[in-house]
């Protein structure tokens, strides 16, 4: 993990979140961990927009919301392993450039894609995330089943 700029309170509080998250998949995840490790770092109101494209897509909100994501994220995919993050902060406003690896649940495919998120920070808590893809379309297709030509 790479910290660009000084630390600030933004960074403080996603490099937390993150250690939560991987406390969270280390405890069985979307279904079997309770959201209640991630919650202190969202606050109540907060957002997430997905892009439409992706299985998981739409926008999320509040932690029944971020509950039901990581829900549909578990569905979708069975490791999904941030391999490299990158934290440039300013503030309210963060920028994360993350590396994942990942293995779709469905079709046992495996993928290597960057994600760009914008993330703000408000008194301590993350009110909204923007995840970028730079090829949702790839990404729908390996999640895709393969079509049948019987």
């Known amino acids: 993990m790479t910290i660009s700029s000084t630390p600030t309170d933004s960074v403080a509080v996603l490099t937390g979140m993150y250690a939560a998250e991987a406390k969270y998949l280390a405890a069985g995840g979307p279904g079997e961990a309770s959201f209640d ?3 202190p770092f969202f606050a109540p109101n907060v957002e997430l927009h997905q892009a439409d494209a992706l299985p998981y897509g739409g926008t999320w909100r509040g932690h029944n919301g971020m509950t039901q994501f990581f829900l549909a994220m578990g569905q979708v995919w069975e490791t999904f392993d941030m391999v490299e993050q990158e934290f ?4 309210e406003t963060a920028v994360v450039l993350t590396q994942v690896r990942a ?14 998120q914008t993330i703000t920070v408000e008194d301590g808590r993350i009110t909204e995330v923007r995840p970028f893809y730079w090829d949702t379309q790839a990404i729908a297709d390996a999640c895709a089943a393969p079509v049948s030509t019987d």
């Not at 779709?104 to 290597?112: K, N, P």
């Open 37 to 39: 490790l991630l919650a």
């Open 103 to 116: 293995r779709v649940r469905a079709t046992g495919r495996e993928l290597s894609f960057p994600i760009l």
């Open 88 to 91: 440039f902060a300013t503030g």
